[in-house]
């Protein structure tokens, strides 16, 4: 048996976790193989709507395996808070979440040097979350870091005690920074008595066996693939691997165990903090997608930046996963405009371009294809052939440009709002 794959596209925010919780009675299990508390995964089903953001996003089906891999980062203090909430909505997480052993917790110090560095780079900011994501990667790769497993350790106090005076030793160079550790540690350790509570597994093992068994499992990505730390518009990326390869390293899988990569595209474009955004509007339709899509971030609450598809960075996402499916999201938001633009070619220093450019502070000019849009509202459509016309050759046209089939279309945020073809 082969696990498959799902991540973003673009730069996040493309509706995974509700995709996910479509797919999930499909498949056995669902394994989160990145990121952290910095992803936001919405699920909107009958008058709920919940957001995810360490959990996997099949947990609200109960006989479904959630796995939490060793590539993702865990804060115990929003571990803990989204386990209350899934509590209250009468579900059982004990039951159904197992937490890989060899993911890497955020500290509190993490928390603190994250705000730290964005506030040392002053205008030159990336537009971190600040939720300890870069410093908690950081400590990994330097082989500084506490995993989850040491939490069983009767030495964790001291593995804990000696990070964070390391941390703090390096926080008091930047001038200026001032804060207080008892209030970024006020939950942690009770987070961690709740980490405790869960079943803490040799993941690898787990998953292969899994597959061995003949179970379907789901790898879910967080962010988006332009985000990608080897990939992504560096230095505007996160500190993970969020693209396909990344669902080897973050949950012990091999290549060849990889099968479908199902890519979620919005219908048209977004992004969260700084970096480049070629197709981005500044103008009134922005406005209008922004609001029509409520286009804030799910984790941030901040606002999100919005323009129109973007087909040479998609394709790129598209040639580095390896991508065999196009779910295409939000098609809805794009009900009234009358003209709907495609950038299809940048023009950089005078010259056309199909390639995303590895100086991401060049000027790009997006070469524009436009197409009719469509009035009708969509959002109650069961059947492909009865979306309308100008939408089906908006589809048509992004699966002729990439050459890979869109195989669902969501028409609403609702998991019920779901076409499959």
């Given amino acids: 048996m082969k696990a498959d794959v799902l991540l973003g596209l673009q730069w996040g925010d493309e509706g995974k976790g509700k995709v996910v919780d479509v797919l ?3 498949y056995d299990v669902i394994a989160r193989f990145q990121g952290g508390p910095n992803a936001g995964h ?31 980062v865990i804060d115990p203090i929003t571990f803990a808070k989204e386990i209350v909430g ?17 993911a890497h ?20 900011k990336i537009g971190s979350t600040q939720r300890g994501i870069g410093p908690v990667y950081t400590d990994k790769t330097a082989r500084n870091g506490i995993r989850v497993g040491d939490i069983l350790s009767p030495n964790f106090a001291d593995k804990y005690r000696s990070l964070t005076k390391l941390h703090i030793e390096s926080i008091s160079h930047i001038t200026g920074f001032q804060f207080d550790l008892k209030e970024f540690e006020a939950g942690w350790f009770e987070g961690i008595e709740v980490l405790k509570q869960f079943t803490l597994i040799d993941s690898e ?15 879910e990505g967080a962010q988006g693939t332009l985000l990608d730390v080897d990939f992504g518009s560096y230095p505007f990326v996160t500190s993970s691997n969020t693209i396909c390869a990344g669902a080897c390293t973050g949950l012990g899988i091999a290549p060849s ?15 969260v903090g700084s970096g480049p955004f070629p197709t981005e509007l500044f103008d009134a339709t922005g406005e209008d997608l922004r609001k029509k899509g409520n286009e804030f971030g799910s984790t941030t609450g901040r606002p999100r930046r919005c323009g129109w598809l973007d087909l040479p960075a998609l394709k790129y996402s598209i040639m580095i996963n390896g991508v065999t499916d196009i779910f295409l999201t939000k098609s809805d938001v794009l009900s009234g405009f009358e003209t709907i633009k495609v950038c299809t070619a940048y023009k950089i220093n005078g010259q056309l371009s199909d390639r995303m450019p590895f100086e991401t502070s060049c000027s790009i000019e997006p070469i524009y294809t ?20 100008a939408l089906k050759n908006y589809i048509a046209f992004i699966e ?15 998991r019920d709002e779901t076409i499959f073809r």
């Fill in 105 to 124: 917790l955020i500290l509190p110090t993490h928390r603190i040097l994250d705000k730290a560095q964005e506030f040392a780079k002053g205008d030159a």
């Fill in 24 to 26: 999930t009675p499909k």
């Fill in 257 to 271: 165990k990889i099968g479908k990569v199902f890519g979620i595209v919005k219908a048209y474009c977004t992004r």
């Fill in 400 to 414: 002729k440009e990439t050459g890979v089939p869109v195989t669902i279309v969501s028409v609403g945020p609702n």
């Fill in 205 to 219: 093992y787990e998953i292969n066996h899994y597959l061995s068994q003949k179970k379907s499992v789901l790898a």
């Fill in 86 to 102: 899934l509590k209250k909505l009468m579900v059982n997480p004990e039951k159904s979440i197992l937490v890989s052993k060899k």
């Fill in 370 to 389: 436009e197409m009719p849009g469509w009035n009708d509202d969509i959002t109650k459509i069961k059947d492909f052939n009865s979306l309308p016309t």
């Fill in 42 to 72: 919405s699920l909107e089903f009958g008058n709920i709507k919940h957001v995810l953001h360490i959990i996997p996003s099949g947990v609200f089906h109960p006989d479904k395996v959630n796995i939490i891999g060793n590539g993702v």
